[in-house]
């Protein structure tokens, strides 16, 4: 098996969701200079609701890709309503607060609608209800399955189609006027709040379909797996330049692939039995077992927030920002 | 009747009284000059004509008072402000820039033939629609501003200082501009620090001084008033 091509395939599948989850970060930051932090949850009520939805339906004789469907239909407006929510009821009172204000209101939202969910879902892992067969694929001595190429033909398109959105309508248009000069904006006849209002929304929608989609990869949910998941989005908003939406893309593949990676050969380059010169304590446990890895393949958590640490301290404007932000 | 009416208009920040109870008026089709030192209030003035700043007092436009309005709603209603430092947004193109203007447009038709007459008022700008407003030099921005509020389809458009930060030829250029939009019928409203030229392309005028209005009358008689002169034209 090729680890190298493996791990090249399993990074795209992480880092298409990461940046579909990078994005709705990043429009956010980019129009009111806020770090959504309750946006991870909103990817995991996305999955919870999918969830929800495709084991009520399983068995039922309905066709699975209908109940697939239904899932992602049912999550993208619940999760739609709760970003909204969370604009209106959190945020929105706090426009015009420090920016201090929203920044704790948005951790304090997380750990809200975490509980929230915990309410609702329990605090068990629940398994993702395995409807279709997912085939495997055999390339170059590395398999690729459907979800994965689901995942990433789908968020390609949706990266497509949210750039349109941004670059070439009216309604994009409006955000990137708003998102540079609110007051000015608000000359022009847009109505500012309204236009935020939106970025929510369909930062939110993304989030859903993000959460259909690490759900069915990992085929495990969770009320806290949104937390790392936000955190290491957020990590690759940040690489790739908070704000830009190009950048989100670039930064959640980039990322992927880091930790995909990393995890791939952390084992090797830690295993201490390659060292040319061992302690005899090193030594004997090589004797005995062949190898003895300092960090696991379990550190992969690990990359994304060295990722954060490192741009942060080396080019805090990420890849593709155009100026630092001095704010908090 | 008045296009615009402006009775007892007030307006404070925190404690600090920025225009203290001021009255006056725009008949339709006139351009109107306000002028007066810095920091007198002149721009705060407009700000609250536009609801940029809350304020108190009677603003009726059209015989309607707009000072419950939001702000979004005045460019609908045909009131257009051009900024001071022209706010015009740098990360879009010029013509995403004019497209703004008007934004809250639906007569597609129309709207391309205002642009086609934006453009045959400021050349300049045609040239370089597909660039990003950012790179333009401070007289395109300007122009660019008040070409962005001329998509509005305004009927009263205020100008807050267009000379501002120009080189004198551009200045020129800019005011040629307002000529020409106020010689096809458009009501302004123009506030400037360059009384002079204010002076000279306004039919009336009003000096501002520390938040109130100590004077007005008609442009040419002001022009000649010897406190004008003293204080505002260098004192010839
Ligand atoms: N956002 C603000 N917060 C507090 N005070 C303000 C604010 N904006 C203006 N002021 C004050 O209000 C007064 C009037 O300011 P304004 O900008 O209206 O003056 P102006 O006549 O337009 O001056 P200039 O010719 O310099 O543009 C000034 O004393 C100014 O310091
Ligand atoms: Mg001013």
């Not at chain 1, 990137?176 to 930062?203: H, K, Q, S, Y």
């Not at chain 1, 940040?238 to 593949?253: C, W, Y």
């Not at chain 2, 002076?199 to 022009?223: C, F, N, P, Q």
Request: some cysteine.
């Amino acid at each position: 098996m090729d680890i190298f091509l493996q791990q090249i395939i399993n990074g795209l599948t992480l880092g298409a969701v990461y940046a579909i989850v990078a994005l709705g970060y990043t429009m956010v930051y980019g129009i009111i200079q806020l770090i959504n932090f309750a946006h991870g949850e909103v990817v995991m009520i996305g999955a919870m609701t999918a969830l929800t939805v495709i084991a009520g339906l399983a068995g039922s004789g309905v066709p699975p890709l209908v109940i697939v469907l239904a899932g992602v239909l049912a999550a993208v407006p619940v999760c739609m309503a709760v970003g909204y929510g969370l604009e209106r009821v959190a945020y929105r009172p706090l426009r015009h607060a420090p920016r201090l204000s929203p920044l704790i209101t948005a951790i304090g939202m997380s750990i809200v609608l975490q509980h929230v969910a915990m309410m609702v879902w329990s605090r068990n892992f629940l398994a993702f209800p395995q409807i279709f067969p997912n085939p495997v694929f055999f390339v170059g001595g590395a398999a690729i399955t459907g979800v994965q190429i689901t995942i990433i033909v789908l968020s390609l398109l949706i990266m497509g189609a949210l750039t349109a959105v941004v670059f070439r309508t009216r309604l994009g248009t409006a955000m990137r006027a708003t998102a540079e000069n609110p007051e000015v904006a608000r000359l022009m006849g847009i109505d500012c709040d309204r236009v935020i209002a939106l970025t929510f929304i369909i930062g939110a929608g993304l989030a859903a379909v993000a959460g259909v989609m690490v759900g069915s990869y990992y085929g495990i949910a969770h009320y806290t797996m949104g937390f790392v998941l936000g955190l290491k989005a957020f990590s690759a908003a940040v690489l790739g330049g908070i704000g830009n939406i190009a950048g989100a893309m670039l930064g959640g593949f980039l990322l992927g692939l880091v930790e995909a990676l990393g995890a791939g050969y952390i084992g090797d380059l830690t295993n201490l039995c390659h060292l040319p010169w061992q302690p005899d304590l090193v030594a004997a446990r090589c004797a005995a077992d062949g190898h003895l890895v300092l960090f696991g393949s379990n550190y992969q958590d690990v990359f994304a927030f060295l990722v954060l640490i490192g741009v942060l301290m080396f080019r805090p404007e990420g890849l593709l920002g155009e100026r630092v932000g001095q704010r908090a | 009747m008045s296009m615009l009416q402006v009775q007892g208009l007030k307006v404070a920040y925190g404690g600090i009284q920025a225009v203290k109870g001021i009255d006056f008026e725009v008949a339709a089709g006139e351009v109107v000059c306000l002028i007066g030192a810095n920091g007198a209030g002149k721009s705060t003035t407009l700000k609250a004509l536009a609801r940029m700043v809350p304020a108190q007092g009677s603003v009726r436009y059209d015989g309607h008072d707009i000072l419950h309005l939001p702000p979004h709603a005045l460019v609908g209603r045909g009131l257009a402000l051009v900024p001071e430092g022209r706010g015009v947004f740098g990360r879009l193109t010029v013509a995403e820039n004019l497209r703004m203007g008007a934004y809250t447009r639906r007569d597609t038709p129309e709207i391309a033939r205002d642009l086609e007459s934006v453009f045959e008022l400021l050349p300049r700008l045609r040239e370089r629609q597909r660039q990003t407003a950012g790179t333009l030099s401070g007289g395109e921005q300007q122009m660019l501003a008040i070409g962005r509020a001329l998509m509005g389809r305004p009927r009263l458009l205020l100008l807050d200082e267009p000379s501002m930060g120009l080189a004198p030829i551009m200045v020129q250029k800019v005011f040629e501009v307002i000529r020409s939009v106020s010689q096809q019928g458009m009501t302004i409203l123009l506030v400037e620090q360059n009384a002079r030229l204010a002076l000279a392309i306004a039919s009336r005028g009003y000096v501002m001084e520390s938040g109130t209005i100590t004077l007005t009358d008609a442009a040419a008689t002001l022009l000649d008033d010897p406190r004008v002169r003293e204080a505002y034209l260098g004192g010839e």
